[in-house]
């Protein structure tokens, strides 16, 4: 998972998630999942993967309500679950409610 490490505008922060993976039929990443630890809603994005895209790698922009974790959840084919993690300083928050 990667993330900038000062977001100067938490309305669009860039983040890139890999998972090393053959991405065969047998064996490849099914979804991720991106969670905020910090944001009113805790879903910030799902990816669904097939093996036809060759490599298991998704990136977007996010909102994040202030200085916070992002964690990336990954369901490979055979239910297993991988995660990852990074932080970011927001300074200029986004999400406010």
Known sequence: LEL????E?????????????PMT???HVRQ???LS?????????????????GRAVVGNRIRLAESQEVVAV?????GT????YD???VTLAACVV
Do not use: Y
């Open 81 to 84: 679950l991988i995660s990852g």
């Open 87 to 89: 932080f970011s300083i």
């Open 37 to 53: 630890t910090r944001n009113p809603t805790a879903l910030v994005g799902r990816f669904h993967l097939t093996p036809a895209l």
């Open 9 to 21: 505008d938490g309305n669009m922060v860039p983040v890139t998630v890999s998972v090393d993976s």
């Open 32 to 34: 991720i999942v991106l």
């Open 74 to 78: 990954a369901e490979l084919s055979d």
């Open 4 to 7: 900038p490490e000062v977001a």
């Open 25 to 27: 039929e047998a064996a």
